[in-house]
């Protein structure tokens, strides 16, 4: 799309000439997220406001222009939330960076949209404090971004995801307008809380600028486990066991296929964990409760306690206790170097949510719908037990073109979608809407429920300036 000159001067005229790029290069960094679609990426201009009325000027530019914006974090969605297609405004909040406050007393941290989920917990670990929301691309995603997505993570089990989290939001409508939703405070009773409205929304309402952040104390330590499992059965009856008997902080699991896959990734094909390959596999933290060498000493009695009896059980084949923070970092590795080790190998992903009763069944069915659909094609499983959260990898074969491998892995996913809808799941667990499951929103939403979506971004969005064409389906 052409570019509106009378609109790159309004927009020069709010943040400077410096912060708006119209070049080829910024255009194709800051116009998408880490999603492959194959949706065009086509901004007209790419604005890093420094303030929130810098934000406001824009917002206010792009409306009398008509034009419309997509909010930008660190752009580390999987699902094309921060696309740019048909020649939108992209709105970076990357300048916008500044821890602002920090509550000991009140357990609260203020902070600008742009400030990273790391530097949100680093500030909050300076004062002795937990943000506990974590994933892998904390370093990079903005904490604006994440409230926008509703990102979850390792720690959804123990902590919940980032909505659990949010006290307050700053936001920037579609008249301009800074609205400030709820704060610090713990009791607010004051009728709908329109705070939620905006978590999880993917920039489609408004543009969050700033936000308050609950805190808590961090565990005094932790303990992490690798185990072996002989099926998907058992990997259900220990979580069972595991939560029933253990301050649980995360059950992680990944298939025999995704270790192997890492173990080639880092050089080191035929040296697992484990003497024989299983199945399955889980990984499990647990909290430390209390201080000093007795409260560990307890904790990791517990913890081996546990396993035993899940192995006399036959839940596990064997474990692995780490005995030192370097150790645990290895085992944890075995579960977040998974991403990275099939990145080469172009993998269509789904990223879904299911009741946890209804794991081992809808793998059952899944797993043998890919081999007929798909027979070339290697399915991998890993993610989140705890909390029902399953990453559903699929791997293109070497000799295929991608092309070929895609229209027929987007083809299966109507099937993917039908057998998550079967089993009481959702499209979604973390990764948002964007783009990618638009058009699959139906498995998860009811045509009511869709029709009062519409009517919540009509009444808030008139002009459908913010993020078009993102969550809802057309």
């Avoid at 059980?313 to 780490?322: K, L, N, R, S, Y």
Wanted: net charge negative; glycine share 10%.
């Amino acid at each position: 799309m052409a570019q509106d000159a009378s609109l790159i001067q309004a927009l020069v005229d709010v943040v400077g000439a410096d912060h708006v790029r119209t070049e080829a290069t910024d255009l194709r960094y800051y116009g998408k997220d880490r999603c492959r679609g194959d949706w065009p990426v086509a901004p007209q201009a790419i604005v890093l406001p420094k303030t929130t009325e810098q934000v406001q000027g824009v917002v206010r530019a792009c409306a009398a222009a008509g034009a419309a914006v997509v909010p930008s974090g660190g752009r580390t969605g999987l699902a094309g939330a921060a696309t740019a297609t048909h020649g939108e405004v992209v709105l970076s909040l990357e300048r916008m960076t500044a821890i602002l406050e920090i509550d000991a007393a009140a357990q609260t941290i203020q902070c600008e949209a742009g400030a990273t989920v790391e530097a949100v917990q680093l500030a909050a670990a300076a004062q002795g404090l937990l943000y506990p929301v974590d994933f892998a691309a904390k370093g990079s995603a903005q904490i604006g971004g994440s409230i926008a997505t509703n990102a979850g993570g390792v720690k959804v089990l123990r902590y919940g995801s980032t909505r659990a989290w949010v006290s307050g939001l700053d936001v920037v409508v579609a008249s301009g307008e800074l609205l400030h939703l709820g704060g610090s405070l713990v009791k607010d009773n004051t009728g709908y809380d329109l705070r939620q409205l905006f978590i999880g929304a993917e920039g489609t309402l408004g543009i969050i600028v700033g936000a308050t952040m609950r805190l808590c104390p961090p565990p005094q330590g932790l303990l992490v486990a690798l185990c072996s499992v002989p099926s998907d059965e058992h990997l259900l009856s220990l979580f069972r066991r595991a939560r029933r008997e253990l301050p649980l902080q995360a059950f992680e699991c990944f298939d025999q296929a995704c270790l192997k896959h890492v173990l080639e990734h880092r050089s080191l094909a035929g040296r697992g964990p484990f003497a024989e390959p299983s199945p399955q596999h889980a990984l499990i933290e647990i909290e430390v409760e209390g201080v000093g060498d007795d409260a560990d000493e307890q904790a990791h009695d517990r913890l081996t306690l546990c396993l035993a009896d899940a192995q006399d059980a036959g839940e596990i084949e064997d474990a692995v206790v780490a005995s030192t923070a370097a150790q645990a970092k290895d085992l944890w590795e075995y579960r977040e170097g998974i991403s990275e080790s099939l990145h080469a190998h172009a993998p269509h992903k789904s990223d879904i949510a299911l009741p946890i009763s209804a794991v081992t069944a809808f793998l059952q069915a899944w797993r043998p719908a890919v081999a007929k659909a798909l027979p070339d094609a290697e399915a991998l499983v890993f993610g989140h037990i705890g909390d029902g959260n399953l990453h559903l990898n699929v791997l293109k074969p070497p000799a295929e073109d991608l092309a070929s491998f895609v229209s027929r892995a987007k083809a299966f996913d109507e099937e993917t979608y039908a057998l998550v809808q079967k089993f009481g799941g959702s499209v979604s667990a973390e990764h948002g809407i964007g783009l990618l499951k638009r058009d699959h929103l139906h498995f998860s939403r009811a045509d009511g429920e869709l029709a009062m979506m519409r009517a919540i971004k009509a009444a808030l969005d008139p002009a459908g300036m913010f993020n078009p064409g993102k969550v809802l389906p057309a």
